[in-house]
C-alpha cells in the first residue's frame, strides 16, 4: 500500500532541500570541509527518502501463461502450424504484423511466437532482438485480451504499477537527486493524477534549471570518498 500524497510531499521536499544544500556557501569553511556538511545533509535527505519505501512487490510470471501456448500433441500442431501458414501468407500479401496479432486468436498468437525468432523479417532486420521483443510485447497485449490466465497475470501487474513507481522514485531521487525516468512512467501508468501532481509539486520546488545544481553536488560527492 502506498501513500501517494506522502510520497509527493516527501519527493517534492527532498528535492528542495537538496537544492538548498547543492546552493550552501560559508566563507568560514573550506570547500573540504562544505562538502563534508553537504555530505552530512543529503545523508539526512537519503534517510527520509529510503525509510519511506514500499515493500518491493512480488512481480507475477508470465511464463506460465505463455508455456501454456506450446502444443500438446499431434493435433495441436498441425492446427499451429496451419494458422502459421495463413500468418505467412498475410505477410506475403503486403499486411503487417502488428496488425495480424491485433486481431489474432490464442492459436495464431502461439504460432507467431514460436516462428518469431527465424523470421525473414526478424533475421534480416538491423536489430533483431529488438524487434524480438517489440513482437513479443504485441503479442502478450492481445493475449491478455483472448487469454483469461494471461488477463489475470495482467491485473496482477497493474496492480504493483504503484509500489514499483514509487520505489524506482525514491531510491532515484536518494541516489542521484533526480526524479528517474522509469519511475515516472511508471507512476503516469499507475495513476495520471499523482504524475501530475508531482509534477506540478517539483517545477515549483526546483524551478528551471536549478536541478542542475543538485546533480552537480551529487556527482561531486561521489568523487569524494566517505571516511569512515
Known sequence: MTDTASNISLVTTA??????????????????GLRARQRVEVEGIRARLTAALP???????????????????A?????????????????DAGQDLPTIIASAD?????????????????????????????????????????DDAAGKVAAAEVATLPARAWRSILEGVANTGALPWEGLVLLQQADPA???????????????????????????????????
Open 194 to 228: 499523482a504524475f501530475d501532481l508531482l509534477m506540478d509539486g517539483d517545477a515549483e520546488a526546483v524551478p528551471g534549471p536549478a536541478g542542475n545544481s543538485i546533480g552537480l553536488l551529487m556527482e561531486a560527492l561521489e568523487r569524494i570518498p566517505v571516511v569512515a
Open 75 to 91: 493435433d495441436d500442431l498441425a492446427l499451429q502450424a496451419h494458422q502459421w501458414s495463413k500468418v505467412r501468407a498475410l505477410l
Open 15 to 32: 528535492r528542495r532541500d537538496l537544492l538548498a544544500t547543492a546552493r550552501t556557501t560559508d566563507p568560514h569553511l573550506t570547500l573540504e
Open 55 to 73: 515493500a518491493e512487490p512480488t512481480t507475477p510470471d508470465r511464463q506460465p501463461v505463455l508455456d501454456a501456448l506450446a502444443p500438446k500433441g
Open 106 to 146: 490464442r492459436v495464431r498468437l502461439a504460432a507467431i511466437l514460436d516462428n518469431l525468432e527465424t523470421m525473414p523479417e526478424v533475421l534480416q532486420d538491423s536489430q533483431p532482438a529488438s524487434v524480438v521483443e517489440f513482437v513479443q510485447g504485441a503479442v502478450w497485449d492481445r493475449l491478455v485480451e483472448v
